[in-house]
């Protein structure tokens, strides 16, 4: 399996950006996808995740801001940023594991795509 990520950039503080993940290959039906990101110096960490049957979950310190969607015709999985805050400046990873299994915890991602980076100036 291959995810092609894009979308990253540089957003002002209070702006917005819409990630986008591409799959392709050998992909499970039924599968999760979703985003971790890596702030510089620190571990990276769960953003959002969504199956393909749309149910999706994410981090607290992101709800009521990020909203996490897909487009399973596609293979596609979005990621809408929205208030987005200095602290959210990271490269963001796009994560797939087969099946509806938990992408949380990124001992279970079993396809990593290469970063995006998203940098939010204040």
């Known amino acids: 399996v291959q995810l092609q990520a894009s979308g990253g950039g540089l957003v002002q503080a209070g702006g917005s950006l819409r990630l986008s993940c591409a799959a392709s290959g050998s992909i499970f039906s039924v599968n999760n996808m979703g985003w971790y990101r890596q702030a510089a110096g620190k571990e990276r960490a769960f953003v959002a995740s969504?199956?393909?049957?749309?149910?999706?979950n994410l981090a607290d310190h992101v709800k009521g801001r990020f909203t996490i969607s897909r487009d399973n015709a596609k293979n596609t999985v979005y990621l809408q940023m929205n208030s987005l805050k200095p602290e959210d400046t990271a490269v963001y990873y796009c994560?797939?594991?087969?099946?509806?299994?938990?992408?949380?915890?990124?001992?279970?991602?079993?396809?990593w795509g290469k970063g995006t980076l998203v940098t939010v100036s204040s």
């Open positions: 994560a797939y594991r087969k099946f509806s299994k938990d992408l949380r915890s990124g001992s279970g991602v079993e396809y």
């Open positions: 969504i199956r393909t049957g749309g149910s999706a």
